[in-house]
């Protein structure tokens, strides 16, 4: 019986039992000092709800004599519902009133006797008292130092948490600062370029990169949080992404399931940073070769295939635009959104990639 609080139960026995056993222990099994004694010893366990109640039914005990065992357990459960002082003061003062009181009456005692039967009775009355108050003010003292400790770590947790938002911050306005400055500087030169040409082949080539700059500013702003979350799930999809590539003379085919109604926002984006991020690996290592998109919609995912013939070996890959860490970071997107990512070369010696995302937000 794992359930059953032992140690409660030993200390309850040894309260209760020790009083009962002191009682009867005495002559006189069928006197009043016996009797009333044993009732109180008995009627202890009230004081875990009564304990007020519990003091005033050891009195007659008190009185007879064999109450002392039974009262000092009654009076330290008294201190450990830590009443008012005063009120404390008042229990202790009755019960040496009503332990004396036989005692002054039947018996003729010398003065000094007489003293140090009093102070031996307060002090009996009272230390139990005493005591539980003691105790309760540690238990209550160790409850405050752990709430203490519990605040502490959230705060210093709050605290490490707000600096690694100020860190972010920072980073995020470094990134928009440098990065950004040159994205500006192609969208104006792209601008500049198309304004000052006659070739309708040029001018077209420049108000797309003037776009693509343009774009790419928004979506930074967006994913550093200094623009509008919005703004790039408003206006771009995985059709315009497809779109631009083809605009850009990549030869790029799109299957399936263009229409994604029932699926989470999270997971569209999810999808279209895998479509992104095949597109651009497809470009820079295998520029030239074909590339097919495929989509499909299943019961409880969404399956993005992205397969790019073999390179064109007349054509050199773009080498200085490698060297990051795309597949590895879209890895890690898919993991955090639950899907999985497998990629690697396919049999025609091209290179596919595939995610399912699940259709959950």
Request: one cysteine or more.
């Amino acid at each position: 019986m794992s359930g059953v609080n032992w140690r409660f139960w030993g200390i309850e026995a040894l309260a209760v039992g020790l009083p009962v056993a002191a009682v009867i222990a005495m002559p006189d099994p069928l006197g009043y000092g016996v009797i009333s004694g044993l009732a109180a010893g008995l009627l202890l366990p009230l004081r875990h709800r009564w304990p007020r109640i519990t003091v005033l039914l050891c009195m007659p005990a008190m009185a007879g004599g064999l109450g002392w065992a039974a009262i000092l357990v009654a009076m330290f459960r008294l201190g450990r519902v830590r009443p008012k002082l005063l009120e404390l003061a008042g229990w202790v003062l009755l019960t040496c009133v009503v332990a004396l009181a036989p005692v002054l009456i039947t018996q003729s005692l010398a003065v000094g006797s007489m003293l140090l039967t009093v102070a031996f009775v307060i002090l009996s009355a009272a230390a139990p008292a005493a005591l539980g108050t003691l105790v309760a003010l540690r238990e209550q003292l160790a409850e405050s130092v752990r709430r203490l400790a519990v605040a502490s770590e959230v705060a210093a947790r709050a605290k490490a948490e707000m600096a690694k938002a100020d860190e972010r911050a920072r980073i995020a306005r470094e990134i928009h600062d440098a990065v950004g400055h040159h994205v500006t500087l192609i969208a104006v030169e792209a601008a500049a370029l198309g304004a000052s040409t006659d070739d309708p082949a040029v001018r077209e080539t420049a108000t797309r990169t003037r776009g693509l700059a343009k774009q790419a500013l928004e979506e930074m702003r967006s994913t550093l949080g200094l623009g509008s979350a919005s703004a790039r799930d408003e206006t771009t999809t995985i059709s315009d992404l497809v779109g631009q590539a083809r605009a850009s003379g990549v030869e790029v085919e799109l299957t399936g399931d263009l229409e994604h109604h029932e699926t989470p926002g999270a997971v569209e984006r999810a999808a279209y940073r895998v479509v992104q991020e095949a597109l651009t690996n497809a470009s820079k290592h295998a520029p030239g070769a074909g590339i097919r998109v495929d989509l499909r919609t299943m019961a409880d995912a969404l399956r993005i295939v992205v397969t790019n013939d073999a390179p064109d070996h007349g054509r050199e890959p773009i080498t200085e635009l490698s060297g990051g860490a795309g597949l590895e970071g879209l890895s890690e997107r898919i993991r955090m959104a639950g899907g999985e990512l497998d990629a690697g070369p396919s049999e025609d010696g091209g290179f596919q990639l595939v995610a399912v995302l699940p259709q959950h937000s």
